[in-house]
């Protein structure tokens, strides 16, 4: 991993994204919020719940193996709820939290690293290939393809996959997030969202793809530089994102650099 340089203050970065990300702002789309003290209870639509907080307050393992107890029958009383996410962060102080999730049925899926980069600092003229040109989508039609690319790279079937429909619900939620695509002859070759977060100096980055034939070209280098410069007209102070150990170099690269890691906690009914 890159080493953060010396004027890069990493201890304010991530006070700055648990303060202002650790709280509703997470969860603009929350249909139900129920509080279980520092728990945020949320559920979304399509049955999907969720569990974050700002951080444990101390409690010790019997405590936070309390919590899981109780957050988990919230969920299993609601019949519409059909999978529960828990977010957990590297420097969370939180005893015995891993083995209270395994022992309720949660499983742990691959750690990500949070990154987050001052937003000027990835503005950048990052050179693209012949004939690769990036834009903003907001046409159905554009969407649709631009998702139908993203799960042809993730191994999913966009006729059943639903991250289209998905997409679009939320885009009528929330007008101000950003679908941005790189094209070559007409298709979408990357792509990537940028979510500014109301209320905060942040703005995420997500939903980064390219088709491997056309990676190591700069192209979603480009794209992030792009979403950099309008979250910056935005008054966007900081970009943050959850990365895999794929994208993160992209990212570093790109200016962000890793404040500390993100590990998502599954049950299914």
Do not use: C
């Not at 951080?55 to 193996?65: E, P, S």
């Not at 709820?81 to 083995?99: C, F, M, Q």
Request: net charge negative; charged share 25%.
């Amino acid at each position: 991993m890159n080493v953060p340089s010396a004027d890069v203050d990493v201890p304010s970065l991530l006070a700055a994204y648990d303060d202002q990300l650790r709280t509703d702002a997470e969860t603009p789309s929350a249909v139900a919020v129920t509080r279980l003290g520092p728990l945020r209870l949320v559920a979304f639509l399509g049955g999907r719940g969720f569990v974050t907080y700002r951080d444990l307050g101390g409690a010790d393992a019997a405590t936070v193996r309390g919590f899981v107890a109780t957050a988990l029958a919230h969920f299993r009383a609601d019949d519409t709820i059909s999978n529960v996410e828990w977010k957990t962060r590297g420097h969370d102080v939180a005893p015995g939290l891993h083995e209270a999730l395994v022992d309720h049925g949660f499983e742990p899926d691959d750690p990500e690293s949070i990154m987050i980069g001052e937003t000027r600092s990835l503005v950048a003229d990052v050179p693209l290939p012949e004939g690769v040109t990036l834009r903003r989508v907001t046409a159905e039609a554009d969407v649709r393809a631009m998702s139908a690319m993203a799960d042809e790279v993730f191994g999913d079937d966009p006729l059943t996959s639903g991250h289209a429909d998905q997409i679009l619900r939320r885009q009528e939620r929330d007008p101000e997030m950003e679908l941005w695509v790189a094209e070559a002859d007409g298709r979408v070759i990357s792509a990537g969202r940028l979510e500014p977060v109301p209320n905060t100096q942040f703005a995420g980055l997500w939903g980064g793809s390219t088709r491997p034939e056309w990676r190591g070209r700069g192209i979603y280098r480009a794209l992030t530089a792009a979403r950099a410069r309008s979250a910056l007209a935005r008054g966007k102070v900081y970009l943050h994102s959850d990365s895999t150990e794929f994208s993160r170099p992209i990212l570093e690269r790109s200016g962000l650099v890793k404040v500390s890691t993100t590990t998502p906690y599954e049950w299914r009914r």
